[in-house]
């Protein structure tokens, strides 16, 4: 017991303390569990051989990944994208195979071991990649979705991947007696994995396929005709920790089974979240899984890193950078080439050749996975876990190199000449996004002429789809609203998407008409701030009024008739607004108002008045029924 909660504490507080500096660091959660295996293991040696069991208990946390992924596929989406899965996608995995299996063949591993390697290489890091992209705001861009897509391609294709690898083992392991008859040399060290195989044993290679295919017809079936009344049954107990045990249920026996008849517990985990994924019990199941998810995923890196060994990394460095180089440079000149095919250029075809460029950390389990069933050599299996993690420490250095090439290059979105506006009306309406098109709507049905400015080409091209007329132009420059009107114009309404654009031209029209009636869309109060004073007479936080209409139904239904409700609702708009007023006056440009202690005073005194002037409108209308 003492060891076990030993080695607990080496390793949940190694994962504690990496994690969040690496993530700070922008690298990763997964760099950060490997980089604590790594100090652990090899570096302080304070785990020994108990990491090679525990990383067999780890993959769990693979196998539940892959059902929380199966549960989050919705086959519209994926067929919306089924000329990037298919094309892109699919590509990149074939190509970049075939180019890594010729290069492993050309260092002297046999064609079959070649192609599981070039399988496991051909995969880069999902966790990675999209992180990056969400922290730098790139998953909108042509090439951030591009690269989605193939990650997703890759996420997919890691089910045939293990399926398709014990075909290779069969092909490895059988050879000839002197007597001609066939003999199948199993691994000696895995006795659990004879056991699952014994249910084939015999079979040929034809026949273990048969057998895959039924296995995945009863996962099927049964996810569509058992798992559902079984949920309701569970539901009707009202024991929350009973859909935590039936999710485990689920997946382990499902583990279970698919090891019975020698598959992967991941490809029935895979296909059980599919079957789930349009139950009305799906975020059920997400919720309660996805913290055991996590901590084994995150178990499972620490052991792949405590495993490392540094003295085969300090045997031969030179070689094993130069190995993860190459994998780097194949991957990439694929990329690039497919990403040219696929019409991406400048900016795009660099964050997509540059992103994915690095293996992955399904890399780790397809190794682990092809050392099991004989597939790769045992020896190799060092140096191709070293080349995988050294591949994706690369990853932020070519993260970096995107951000310099990307400053120097120019945006390739064509310029459009800023249409001739013909017409002129009393409200021009500069942005027609989610935002100005309501407001655009609203007037022009209500009988009064807008001109509509949008300096995107594709919005106004939507627009006139739908009937209703809008000019290109960037309604910041001068020259575009004097065409537009703005001398003559009685209201100015600045409803664009980027916070600084609607400041400049608030301040730009305010100066050059003091009669103009303007409003303005802000992003958050301090925004409404910077607009008080560059000269808005009316302004209206994006997000400010559909959440006091939500908190609105939370009052119904916690207690408060639909009247009481609204009553609080009108009398927190007006003490808002008041607020608004206040605080602007002790607003500072370039000051936060935390460091601000008379901003910081004055909000604290208007909160406890506006408790107040809730709770003396609710005593109101208690004496009114009285």
Not at 7 to 21: F, K, R
Request: glycine share 8%; charged share 20%; with cysteine.
């Amino acid at each position: 017991m003492e060891a076990f909660l030993y080695q607990a504490t080496i390793y949940l507080g190694a994962a504690v303390i990496a994690v969040p500096i690496a993530a700070r660091l922008g690298l990763g959660s997964v760099l950060g569990y490997l980089a604590a295996g790594i100090i652990v293991g090899p570096v302080l040696h304070l785990v020994g051989a108990e990491t090679q069991e525990l990383q067999h208990v780890a993959e769990f946390g693979i196998v539940m990944m892959l059902f929380l992924i199966g549960l989050e596929l919705d086959p519209r989406a994926l067929w919306d994208m089924r000329h990037r899965l298919v094309g892109l996608g699919g590509l990149q995995i074939s190509v970049t195979t075939l180019a890594i299996m010729v290069c492993a063949m050309a260092l002297g591993e046999n064609w079959s071991s070649a192609l599981a390697i070039g399988l496991a290489l051909s995969l880069s890091s999902t966790a990675i990649v999209l992180q990056t992209l969400s922290e730098k705001g790139l998953m909108r861009t042509n090439g951030g979705r591009s690269a989605f897509s193939v990650l997703l391609t890759q996420d997919i294709a890691v089910i045939p991947i293990l399926a398709f690898l014990p075909l290779l083992a069969m092909r490895e392991v059988m050879h000839l007696d002197p007597d001609g008859s066939i003999d199948r040399a199993l691994p000696t060290d895995h006795a659990d994995h004879h056991e699952a195989l014994s249910l084939v044993e015999g079979l040929p290679g034809w026949g273990v396929t048969l057998v895959t295919i039924a296995a995945v017809a009863v996962i099927v079936l049964a996810g569509i005709y058992l798992t559902r009344p079984l949920f309701r049954f569970i539901h009707a107990t009202n024991l929350r920790e009973m859909y935590t045990a039936l999710a485990l249920s689920i997946v382990v026996g499902i583990s279970f089974l698919m090891q019975l008849v020698g598959l992967s517990p991941a490809l029935g985990a895979f296909l059980a979240g599919v079957v789930l994924a349009n139950s009305e019990f799906r975020h059920e199941l997400e919720s309660d899984l996805e913290p055991f998810k996590g901590l084994f995923l995150g178990l499972f890196f620490i052991t792949v890193g405590a495993g490392f060994s540094l003295r085969a990394f300090f045997v031969d460095p030179l070689d094993l950078i130069a190995m993860a180089l190459l994998v780097t440079a194949v991957k990439g000149l694929v990329l690039f080439l497919l990403g040219r095919a696929f019409g991406l250029r400048g900016r795009d075809q660099w964050l997509f050749t540059l992103g994915l460029a690095q293996a992955g950390e399904f890399g780790f389990v397809l190794v682990a996975f092809s050392i099991q069933q004989n597939v790769i050599p045992a020896g190799a299996s060092e140096k191709l876990l070293l080349v995988i993690a050294l591949s994706m420490l690369i990853t932020p250095l070519l993260f970096i190199l995107y951000d310099l090439l990307s400053k120097r290059m120019k945006d390739n979105t064509p310029i459009h000449e800023p249409d001739t506006i013909d017409r002129e009306g009393p409200v021009i309406i500069a942005g027609i996004g989610r935002f100005g098109q309501i407001v655009n709507r609203l007037v022009q049905a209500s009988g009064f002429t807008t001109i509509v400015l949008d300096h995107d080409m594709s919005t106004i091209q939507l627009m006139r789809r739908f009937g209703f007329k809008g000019f290109l132009g960037d309604p910041t420059r001068p020259d575009i609203l004097k065409a537009a009107g703005l001398s003559r114009a009685r209201v100015l309404v600045a409803a664009m998407d980027d916070r600084d654009s609607v400041t400049k031209l608030v301040g730009y029209a305010r100066r050059q008409r003091d009669d103009l009636h303007i409003i303005a869309r802000a992003y958050d109060r301090q925004h409404v701030f910077e607009l008080y004073q560059a000269g808005a007479n009316d302004i209206v936080r994006e997000m400010f009024d559909s959440s006091l209409r939500a908190g609105r139904y939370v009052l119904e239904n916690v207690g408060l008739s639909e009247y009481e409700a609204a009553n609080a609702e009108q009398t927190f708009y007006a003490h808002d607004r008041y607020t608004v007023r206040e605080l602007a006056q002790l607003w500072k440009p370039g000051v936060a108002p935390v460091e601000n202690d008379a901003y910081i005073a004055r909000a604290r005194k208007l909160e406890k008045e506006l408790e107040a002037a809730l709770l003396e409108a609710a005593a109101k209308e208690d004496k009114k029924r009285a």
